[in-house]
């Protein structure tokens, strides 16, 4: 079992920065891919970062050279900076996990999501133009 507890969302203008954390906790080797998903009202769940247990990214198109997706094995945490903020990224970020590293940057793609097997109850981002 994995538990996954996000921090951090809040409000910011447009250009402004916010940074993610996911903090983990059970089975390491549950957490073979930890991604960042984002689900705005109405709309399908996203994906938006994703990083292997061996340090490897990929990123969402929307989000590429703005958001950088991070780990801290010691705290047992993954982190999610973000930069450049637009009022599209607005919504409720989700922190997620699987086994399956060799899945992980393929996991983006739709209904990547799928594939993950724990999750986190969400942090919400608002950016207001």
């Known amino acids: 079992q994995v538990h996954l507890v996000e921090s951090g969302g809040g409000s910011v203008q447009s250009g402004g920065s916010l940074r993610l954390a996911c903090v983990a906790d059970?089975?390491?080797?549950?957490?073979?891919?930890m991604g960042w998903f984002r689900q705005a009202p109405g709309q399908e769940r996203e994906g938006v970062a994703v990083?292997?247990?061996?340090?490897?990214?990929n990123y969402g198109d929307s989000v590429k050279g703005r958001f950088s997706i991070s780990q801290d094995n010691a705290k047992n945490t993954v982190y999610l900076q973000m930069n450049s903020m637009k009022p599209e990224d607005t919504g409720m970020y989700f922190c997620?996990?699987?086994?399956?590293?060799?899945?992980?940057?393929?996991?983006?793609?739709?209904?990547?999501?799928?594939?993950?097997?724990?999750w986190g109850q969400g942090t919400q981002v608002t950016v207001s133009s």
């Open positions: 997620a996990a699987m086994r399956k590293s060799w899945k992980c940057l393929s996991s983006l793609q739709p209904r990547g999501s799928e594939l993950y097997t724990y």
């Open positions: 059970g089975d390491r080797e549950s957490r073979g891919c």
């Open positions: 990083i292997v247990n061996t340090g490897s990214t």
